[in-house]
């Protein structure tokens, strides 16, 4: 009932500036797309993700908004999110950053991260400085699809102060 497609939009575009390395655009059809997002009211949140994220009438639905990716060792190859429009704002701009940016890559909760959208348990609604570490981290070009922990772990302090550096 809410069309909130130009926020979405905004936010995608918003992305390749945040995070450097990312190439996220837009797609006219949604064949070219390899990262879906679903703009739904609550009464269509089920039906959505069984029938367009699942392809399954039975699968289950957990959770308030949704993303799921599927990836190999080389990287994501595709991801889709389910993000409901129609239940206040504050979740809407949740689950607006927090499924598209999982979608992305970092997938794991992690309770511990006080100062991430990456941890159901805080109410941050916006993009985080520590999200946009994370992210950048992620897509550094040193960074590489099925790198070894030891090799990838050699590569973290630099890639750090280099995230840091572009973040000030």
Do not use: W
């Not at 949140?45 to 009438?57: A, D, I, L, M, N």
């Amino acid at each position: 009932r809410r069309n909130k497609t130009r926020e979405v939009q905004n936010f995608i575009q918003s992305l390749n500036r945040s995070i450097r390395g990312l190439r996220a655009q837009l797609v006219a059809t949604p064949g070219q797309a390899n990262f879906q997002v679903y703009i739904v009211d609550r009464s269509d949140y089920v039906r959505t993700v069984r029938e367009k994220v699942y392809g399954s009438p039975t699968a289950s639905t957990p959770g308030k908004c949704l993303v799921r990716s599927k990836f190999t060792r080389g990287g994501i190859k595709r991801s889709d999110a389910v993000i409901v429009a129609d239940e206040g704002e504050a979740l809407f701009d949740r689950c607006k950053a927090e499924e598209i940016l999982q979608g992305l890559g970092p997938l794991n909760e992690d309770h511990s991260l006080s100062q991430s959208m990456f941890n159901d348990r805080t109410k941050h609604t916006q993009f985080t400085r520590f999200d946009q570490l994370i992210l950048n981290m992620l897509y550094d070009p040193r960074i590489q699809n099925g790198a070894s922990k030891e090799s990838v772990q050699k590569l973290l302090p630099a890639v750090l102060r280099d995230a840091r550096r572009r973040l000030r």
